[in-house]
């Protein structure tokens, strides 16, 4: 092998990792916004928000913690039908949006009743980024923001 074709593969192989590494721009980068709670009108409430996911690599919700519930879960909505899932993605560059009428998180057997102008603390976990605490503000009970 003469010096010019292992100078062409050293070069390649430096450029190659160059990329490998610009390619991987950080982990996730997550902010929330819109949240709220429509006011309970029984021992069940559901919560709902949108995860804005500004970095490089997705993430996933893997579960939601609050004083308000010992027992709460993420649910998907598909076709008009509610089923518990255990985690939703937040896609790099993307978003989740949890909101009425389609995927949500849902409050069971509640501690007490908040009421219109309260806020309840909750606390999503996430795959890869530390938790987020969240107040959600207790909304009259029909409060829908896209129909606004």
Do not use: W, Y
């Not at 997550?30 to 804005?52: E, H, I, S």
């Not at 039908?81 to 978003?95: K, Y």
């Not at 309840?120 to 605490?133: G, N, Q, R, Y």
């Amino acid at each position: 092998m003469n010096r010019r074709t292992v100078l062409a593969g050293v070069l390649a192989l430096s450029t190659g990792l160059t990329l490998a590494g610009c390619s991987s721009d950080g982990g996730p980068e997550l902010k929330v916004t819109g949240a709220f709670m429509p006011q309970p009108v029984n021992d069940m409430a559901a919560g709902f928000l949108v995860v804005r996911n500004s970095g490089g690599s997705s993430d996933r919700l893997t579960s939601v913690t609050s004083p308000l519930s010992d027992n709460i879960t993420i649910h998907e909505t598909t076709n008009q039908t509610m089923r518990m899932v255990t985690s939703f993605e937040v896609p790099a560059g993307g978003e989740l949006d949890l909101e009425r009428g389609g995927n949500h998180i849902m409050f069971m057997k509640l501690k007490q009743q908040p009421r219109q102008g309260q806020k309840v603390s909750v606390e999503l976990h996430f795959e890869k980024a530390d938790p987020i605490k969240v107040d959600l503000p207790v909304k009259e009970t029909t409060h829908n923001p896209k129909q606004q």
